[in-house]
């Protein structure tokens, strides 16, 4: 396996996108320079820049969603740790062959235009891991 690049994002779920924005500009001084909505996920996205990592903070667009259900048991947080690869395709069935427990089999569309995939908590010692693709 080829080791990933940089830590891509941070994702931070959020109960109301508008307050946390507000935060990371006025208290902690950067700039969002996106908003988007990730229909399928049912989250809603700002992103912002940190050097060369980028926070993502998530807030659910319905009560199932998983950022919904996250917060419902977590409370607001850290929900994700996610890397920049490259070959992400082969890299998915490596990962299953290792014992990798995967949520996504397949890589999918997320934000800014991302291929996507999330390995489970229960084989990353405890910490939802997405790997990022441009």
Known sequence: MKAPTKIEHIG???KNLSDAI?????VLGLTCYAVEEVA???VKTAFFMVGETKIELLEATSDDSPVAKFIA?????IHHLAF????????LPELKSRGIELIDEQPRKGAEEMNIAFL?????FGVLTELCEK
Request: aromatic letters at 6%; hydrophobic letters at 25%; a neutral charge.
């Open 22 to 26: 507000s935060y990371y500009e006025n």
């Open 40 to 42: 399928d996920q049912k």
């Open 120 to 124: 489970h908590p229960k084989s990353t």
């Open 73 to 77: 048991k977590k409370g607001e947080g």
């Open 12 to 14: 931070i779920a959020v």
């Open 84 to 91: 920049a690869v490259n070959g992400l395709d082969s890299l």
